[in-house]
């Protein structure tokens, strides 16, 4: 049974990929990074003796610490944050827990290196529709919460890449983008390593809409239209980005927690 400062990975696992999801900090050793080099997904590694340095970041927002086991070097950690006064917990079980119950890992060796800020730098063709908006959401929610992402012209997508150590995506010719008939949020889900029921029905739909190819899935036409209408309200790509953030939250919860409901009109035995 979870203690006060604990979440159990079910618990965990039921927030990552949503907008409320806390910032996850793994505090493993060295040692034990390496005879499994995956993380939770959306987690970032930070050395367990500096995590103090954290702390001015940290404030204001829910964080879970997991090690290893669970044990002494994320229940310390943890409680070296709650002593700072920021909110921590750490996972019950620690990473075998997770990895136990066959919940996502992300593959770390696939993540592009950090910039300066600690953060994932992306660029890609400016005027996003489809798939160039879903990739964005899915590293923001599942790889790199902090991720950032640059919209230039598509002439100068591998010159801006070069030039500013930035990763390219949705481009030709470039390691994150279509292959065969597959989109680039299928490269991202093979990859990463995180292919779940829910993301592998959200990723059907992106590729119905990003390819034309509705018949794999009925929803592909409405993320169609919702997706054009969002390139239309907005001019500034980022400002779009931050708006079709919300709408790949609301079609990934109907994947995990909504497919079998229907909703019609009047309501069977009267209205309510």
Request: hydrophobic share 40%.
């Amino acid at each position: 049974m979870a203690s006060p400062t604990e979440i159990t990975p079910a618990q965990l696992a039921r927030l990552i990929g949503t907008p409320n999801a806390p910032i996850l900090i793994d505090v493993r050793i060295d040692e034990d990074f390496t005879d499994d080099p995956r993380l939770i997904p959306g987690a970032r590694r930070h050395a367990f003796r500096d995590i103090e340095t954290l702390v001015p970041e940290l404030s204001g927002n829910a964080v879970v610490v997991y090690c290893q086991k669970g044990f002494k070097i994320s229940q310390g950690a943890a409680a070296m944050l709650r002593a700072s006064g920021n909110a921590a917990e750490t996972l019950l079980g620690g990473h075998f827990a997770w990895r136990d119950l066959a919940l996502p890992l992300v593959t770390a060796q696939k993540l592009p290196d950090p910039d300066a800020s600690g953060c994932t730098l992306w660029v890609t063709r400016h005027r996003p529709k489809i798939d160039r908006i879903a990739c964005p959401w899915l590293i923001r929610r599942f790889i790199d919460p902090r991720a950032r992402f640059l919209f230039v012209d598509p002439r100068q997508v591998l010159n801006v890449a070069e030039n500013f150590d930035a990763t390219p995506f949705d481009i030709e010719d470039v390691f994150w983008s279509h292959r065969g008939d597959s989109c680039t949020f299928d490269t991202m889900l093979d990859e990463f390593g995180i292919r779940t029921e829910a993301l592998d029905r959200l990723a059907s739909i992106v590729r119905g809409a990003d390819t034309n190819r509705h018949d794999l899935a009925p929803e592909a036409a409405g993320l169609l239209a919702a997706s054009l209408g969002l390139s239309r309200m907005y001019r500034d790509d980022l400002d779009q980005l931050e708006a079709g953030l919300v709408l790949y939250d609301a079609f990934y919860r109907w994947a995990r927690d909504a497919t079998t409901e229907s909703h019609d009109w009047p309501v069977p035995g009267g209205l309510s």
